[in-house]
């Protein structure tokens, strides 16, 4: 076979292929949409368009506007960054790129409230390992899931510069220091006492 | 125009070219991997590394990125670079044990022993496939994924993506020639080479030389 026919084999065989596999989009639907209903989606679709609607097309507030998504919604949906990615004209991937090389950004969706165990070496010899145990087995997670009423996720960091304090547990921003099995219970009822109260009084 | 002293021979070239590239004018051979003429410069894989002299100590740079300029000493491969380039050949060979390129790469530095514990992860970041899809195609299909250990060459939801053309460049390219085929876990995967050509031909008794057959390969025996 001479490079003539190569040429025209392989031509024929995109051209061929390009016929029978339209690229199907919607088969890589966001899993989470199915689960949720689709008003949820709805809701989340319309939010995601207002954040980014204020943006306007400049590629440089990329990172902000996924700040602002990822802190309406918790997370950051497939749906969001695909809206994301056609409106500052960036390729998907370079979206996708750095919504998971930062960790404050999650794909999966995450609950209210952030519970970040310190491990690092300051903290592990204070005991760090056994507060996260207790943290495991008052919320019932595993370190990167949610709790099931997608109150509470559970994370781990390896030092977070404050090993005087260890060790350390740090919800929602808000640091807690020298942290006993006891105060882990203290500290997680808080939140929840607080969240109830914001509740009821919407 | 810059005037440099590469291995003792003074040269002139134009300001803005690399020390890789003013060598490579003088025919001096430094080995590259990340590093490819068409195009942008990355600095991934230090394996072009060369010994800057300034006074009486010197530094290690990676040639590909280094600015030439006026009055500077470069050494490409004396006894410190070897050895260092030895060792990165070395580490890039443990994460890619079974790489042709790597291989004889070290062969030719004369490696016959990888002392790290071999983690096959059949890609070294190199970031040549991510900058042709990028630069060459103006695809923009596929990009590294994550950060530190997890850090990998992926497509976005490690899906096909629209923008991919089947052009298989990234394969091309790869001097690990394995990692940008995902055609296991895509849809329709990524670079489509193995879909668009017909069969490869071997000769009846290959042995593997791992020279292409056909058009501008060997001749079928
Ligand atoms: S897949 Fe190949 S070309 Fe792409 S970064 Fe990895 S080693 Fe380099
Ligand atoms: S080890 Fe926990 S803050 Fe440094
Ligand atoms: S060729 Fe220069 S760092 Fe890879």
Redesign the pocket.
């Known amino acids: 076979m001479n490079s003539q026919t190569l040429y025209h084999y392989s031509l024929y065989y995109w051209v061929k292929q390009l016929h029978q596999s339209p690229l199907d989009v919607s088969n890589s639907l966001c899993w989470e949409g199915v689960e949720k209903g689709s008003q949820t989606l709805d809701n989340e679709r319309e939010r995601v368009e207002a954040i980014v609607g204020e943006y306007g097309a400049s590629r440089d507030s990329l990172i902000s506007v996924l700040q602002d998504i990822q802190s309406a919604l918790h997370y950051l949906p497939e749906h969001a960054l695909r809206t994301v990615a056609s409106q500052l004209s960036l390729p998907l991937i370079q979206v996708y790129g750095v919504a998971t090389f930062f960790k404050a950004f999650s794909l999966k969706p995450r609950g209210e409230h952030i519970v970040n165990v310190c491990l690092g070496t300051a903290c592990h010899v204070r005991g760090a390992p056994a507060v996260l145990d207790e943290v495991k087995r008052r919320l019932g997670i595993e370190p990167g899931e949610t709790t099931e009423d997608m109150k509470f996720t559970l994370e781990t960091v390896n030092c977070l510069g404050a090993c005087a304090l260890g060790p350390i547990v740090v919800i929602d921003g808000n640091y807690h220091g020298q942290m006993l099995l006891g105060k882990v219970k203290k500290v997680l009822r808080e939140i929840e006492r607080r969240t109830q109260r914001d509740e009821t009084h919407e | 125009m810059v005037e440099l002293t590469i291995d003792g021979i003074k040269t002139k070239v134009l300001e803005g070219t690399t020390v890789?590239e003013a060598a490579k004018e003088m025919g001096i051979v430094i080995p590259?991997?990340?590093?490819h003429p068409g195009l942008s410069?990355?600095?991934?894989?230090?394996?072009?590394i060369v010994e800057v002299v300034k006074g009486n100590r010197s530094s290690l740079e990676?040639?590909?990125?280094l600015p030439a300029e006026q009055a500077q000493v470069i050494l490409t491969n004396s006894d410190k670079v070897r050895k260092t380039r030895k060792v990165i050949v070395e580490l890039l060979l443990a994460s890619c044990p079974n790489s042709k390129t790597l291989q004889d790469m070290a062969a030719n530095m004369g490696i016959n022993k990888v002392r790290f514990k071999i983690k096959d992860r059949g890609c070294i970041l190199?970031g040549l496939c991510v900058r042709y899809c990028n630069e060459q195609m103006k695809s923009g299909g596929i990009g590294f994924v994550g950060r530190g250990t997890s850090r990998r060459v992926a497509t976005a939801f490690d899906v096909t993506p629209e923008e991919c053309r089947n052009c298989g460049g990234c394969e091309w390219i790869c001097p690990v020639c394995e990692r940008a085929c995902t055609a296991g876990n895509l849809i329709d995967g990524l670079c489509g080479g193995c879909q668009n050509l017909v069969p490869v031909e071997t000769c009846p008794i290959c042995t593997g030389c791992s020279e292409s057959v056909g058009p501008h390969g060997h001749k079928v025996y």
Not at chain 2, 32 to 35: A, F, K, Q, R
Not at chain 2, 41 to 48: D, I, N, Q, T
């Open positions: 890789l590259t991997l990340c590093y410069p990355y600095g991934a894989c230090r394996v072009c990676a040639s590909c990125t190199c």
